[in-house]
């Protein structure tokens, strides 16, 4: 496939996963959805699972990269990443997901080559590691984004374990073991003593969600949902404790978090531009119906206090970038009125998808004509033009810092 284009629109693939809401990317991506399906996430990039496509003729993007690397990424991320170093997706949260963690780099390589050494089929359910690449991942809110984020600090801990009746007998745990020996003792207790524990708080907190007397400010709003969302049987899902043992966060529309290694979370409700290394390597701690390796999991956690860094992004001009240390992604959003226009260079293949508003997106004589929920990909070492056709645009931009 050869380099016809500088700029090509841009076509995604939606995921049904069944926590995703039925109305945000439908109403973003012009589409009518009948069926009531649930659409999660739009993804647009180069993953296996999910390959975006490019041009009239839908064309496979990982293709056209592949087969002009160094003209689609640039020298630097062609000699460094190869492909495209970045998965960039549109999501919309309605049911809770599970809590999560993700390797380093280095620990990803070791233990996917473990797993391999070992015979451990791609697909099995005891796989952890699906690839050999870290996952640090950015999500910027598309309204009010809610989210658990790394534990608590020290007062916030203590306090929520002095406050919460049911939870008391964790308190001289964390006094004592600290944060380590705390997530330990809960993520390893037997499931009887978590029903011990955890049965009347859910008695005493799920009547209250159900009258609408708790608010999402509260821990106890999330766990008592999680409660309903999750539970199976008798059994009670020990990742309710992580509920009030991280921190619980609400980022607003604009601003942003990123989550490096180690950094447990877990998406609550709301809809975020995500962008992420590209991989797929999760190792799950609850609110999930899905796999937990409690070893594997507690090798990667990073047991300490976390303040969560909101992110107010950077001004440059029209734009505003998220810094983050990650060298596979940038990710950033353009702001135009009415016949306002603004350029950039692109710095490696980059996605620019119109959030709201419409524009018309330039390279050289190349024109793109964007709406709402459509999207153009760039190739590296351009100039790209646009021009909004809106009173408000916004424009979310996914690219790479290239080298220092
Ligand atoms: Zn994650």
């Known amino acids: 496939m050869a380099l016809k284009n500088k700029l090509y629109p841009l076509y995604g693939k939606v995921q049904h996963y069944a926590w995703g809401g039925y109305d945000y990317i439908p109403a973003l991506l012009d589409i009518t ?82 797993e391999n050494a070992a015979g451990i089929a791609a697909n099995a359910p005891n796989r952890n590691y699906k690839d050999d690449n870290h996952k640090p991942e950015l999500a910027a809110a598309l309204g009010d984004f809610w989210l658990l984020h790394g534990f608590k600090p020290k007062e916030k801990m203590v306090s929520i374990l002095s406050n919460v009746d049911e939870l008391e007998s964790l308190l001289p745990i964390f006094e004592e073991e600290g944060y380590e020996g705390l997530y330990k003792h809960v993520m390893e207790m037997p499931q009887e003593e978590v029903n011990e524990i955890l049965q009347p708080l859910i008695d005493r907190i799920v009547p209250l969600y159900k009258e609408g007397k708790l608010t999402r400010y509260k821990e106890d709003f999330w766990a008592a949902r999680a409660a309903i969302t999750f539970n199976e049987g008798d059994d009670i899902d020990r990742g309710i404790f992580s509920v009030y043992l991280f921190n619980l966060v609400n980022v607003k529309k604009g601003d942003a978090i990123f989550q490096d290694a180690g950094v447990p979370h ?51 001009n029209r ?40 524009a ?17 990909f760039v190739v590296a070492g351009q100039k790209v033009n646009m021009l909004s056709s809106a009173d408000k645009t916004y424009i979310y931009r996914a690219s790479a810092p290239a080298g220092d």
């Open 360 to 376: 018309r997106i330039g390279v050289g004589d190349e024109k793109l004509k964007l709406a709402g929920g459509e999207a153009a």
């Open 319 to 358: 734009e505003i970038i998220y810094k983050t240390p990650a060298k596979e992604f940038e990710l950033s959003y353009i702001t135009l009125g009415k016949d306002e226009s603004f350029s950039v260079y692109s710095r490696t293949g980059e996605v620019f998808i119109i959030i709201e508003g419409s």
């Open 33 to 114: 959805n009948e069926e009531n399906k649930p659409y999660a996430e739009y993804w647009m990039g180069t993953h296996p699972l999910a390959l975006a496509e490019v041009g009239e003729n839908h064309e496979s993007l990982s293709q056209l990269i592949a087969e002009n690397k160094e003209a689609v990424l640039g020298s630097y991320i062609a000699k460094n990443f190869g492909s495209l170093p970045y998965l960039f997706k549109i999501m919309d949260v309605r049911d809770m997901l599970s809590i999560q963690v993700h390797p380093s780099k280095q620990n990803a390589g070791a233990d996917y080559a473990r």
């Open 266 to 316: 877990a998406y609550l409700e709301g809809k975020n531009a995500e962008i992420m290394a590209n991989s797929d390597n999760v190792l799950r701690g609850g609110l999930t119906k899905k796999h937990i390796d409690v070893p594997e999991l507690l090798k990667h956690v990073k047991c300490e206090a976390t303040v969560p860094d909101i992110l107010h992004g950077v001004k440059d």
